[in-house]
C-alpha cells in the first residue's frame, strides 16, 4: 500500500492537515492526496496550525475528486463527521474517520484555532497508528485464541457470558468457567477474582493458538527479529495442559501466550519427571 488519499467535502481543513502530517509521519515512500466533492480552498487557520509543526500546507491546494486516477490509489481515507463524505468507486481499501469540522463556527478565532490543533493532533495520532500496520511485514498465521478476564462474582460472570457467547460454559470449577466458541475461534475464561494467588500459567491475557510445534519455534524466532520482549522461550511443558508454548510480554508488559497443542505421538514422549523441554538453543542456554 503505497498510495493514500484523503477525502472530505471542501478539501480545505481535515483532509489538507491529514496530508500535510501523513507526509512528515509516513514518510517520502508513500505518495499522498487529499480531495474533496465540493473544493473551496485551504483553510488559513489549517496553515496556521500546521506550521506550528514546521509543514508547509500553502503550497498545498484544494483538488476535486474528480482530478484524482483512482487507479492508482490504493486507501482512501474519509474524514467527514457531520457531512456527506465524497463516495468513490472501484477495488480500493477504505478507512473512515469521522472527526468534527474544525472550521466550523465559533465563540472567537482563538477557539476556532484550538479546535483545529485538536483536530490535527487527533489526525496525527490515527497517522502513528496507520504507520504501525503498515511497517508489519511479518505475521503469524493464528488458528484460535484464547481470552482472559477477572470475575468478583463468578456464578454472576456465567451468567451474563452465557447470554452474550450464546452458549454455557464448556467446563468449570469454583475458581473459573471455561466458554468456548470453535466458530469464533475463541477460548474465553473468567477467573475469579478473590485475592487468591492464580498459577502463573492462568494469568495472561491473551493466548494465541498455532498450528504446531515449528510455528511456536518460528515465533520466538519472529519475536527475536521484532525485538519483542521474550519473556519465557519456545519449551514443551506437561503439567496442566500439554503445550508447546511461548511466552511474549506486549510493549505494555501484558503476558501473551503463543501456544500449540500437541499431537498424540508428541505427547507419548512425555518423560516422567514432566520436565519441560526447551525448543530453541536459546532457550536451552
Known amino acids: 500500500m503505497k498510495s493514500i488519499l484523503f477525502l472530505c467535502v471542501a478539501n480545505s481543513a481535515r483532509s489538507q492537515m491529514a496530508e500535510g502530517l501523513a507526509r512528515q509521519i509516513l514518510g517520502s515512500e508513500y505518495t499522498i492526496q487529499s480531495a474533496g466533492s465540493k473544493p473551496s480552498s485551504v483553510h488559513p487557520l489549517a496553515i496556521q496550525a500546521m506550521s506550528e509543526l514546521g509543514i508547509d500546507t500553502a503550497v498545498q491546494r484544494s483538488k476535486s475528486v474528480q482530478e484524482i486516477d483512482l487507479s492508482q490509489v490504493d486507501l482512501v481515507i474519509t474524514l467527514c463527521a457531520e457531512e456527506v463524505c465524497p463516495v468513490v468507486s472501484g477495488p480500493l481499501q477504505r478507512l473512515h474517520w469521522p472527526l468534527s469540522d474544525p472550521a466550523a463556527p465559533a465563540e472567537s478565532e482563538a477557539a476556532q484555532l484550538a479546535n483545529f490543533r485538536i483536530i490535527r493532533e487527533q489526525i496525527a495520532g490515527r497517522l502513528a497508528l496507520l504507520k504501525a500496520s503498515l511497517e508489519v511485514k511479518a505475521f503469524l498465521q493464528p488458528e484460535e485464541f484464547h481470552l482472559s478476564i477477572r470475575s468478583t462474582d463468578l456464578p454472576a460472570s456465567v451468567a451474563f457470558y452465557t447470554s452474550l457467547l450464546g452458549a454455557p460454559p464448556k467446563e468449570w470449577t469454583h475458581r473459573y468457567a471455561i466458554f468456548y466458541r470453535p466458530e469464533l475461534q475463541v477460548n474465553f475464561v473468567i477467573l475469579v477474582n ?20 515449528q510455528a511456536v519455534i518460528e515465533a520466538e524466532a519472529l519475536a527475536e527479529r521484532q525485538n519483542w520482549l521474550i519473556h519465557q522461550p519456545a519449551r514443551t511443558t506437561w503439567r496442566g495442559t500439554p503445550l508447546h508454548e511461548l511466552w511474549l510480554k506486549d510493549p505494555d508488559g501484558n503476558l501473551i501466550e503463543i501456544y500449540a497443542r500437541l499431537t498424540p505421538e508428541e505427547l507419548a514422549q512425555m518423560p516422567e519427571d514432566q520436565a519441560p523441554l526447551f525448543l530453541t538453543k536459546g532457550g536451552a542456554a
Open 194 to 213: 478473590d485475592g487468591q494467588e492464580l498459577h502463573h500459567d492462568t494469568l495472561y491475557h491473551l493466548g494465541v493458538g498455532v498450528q504446531d510445534r
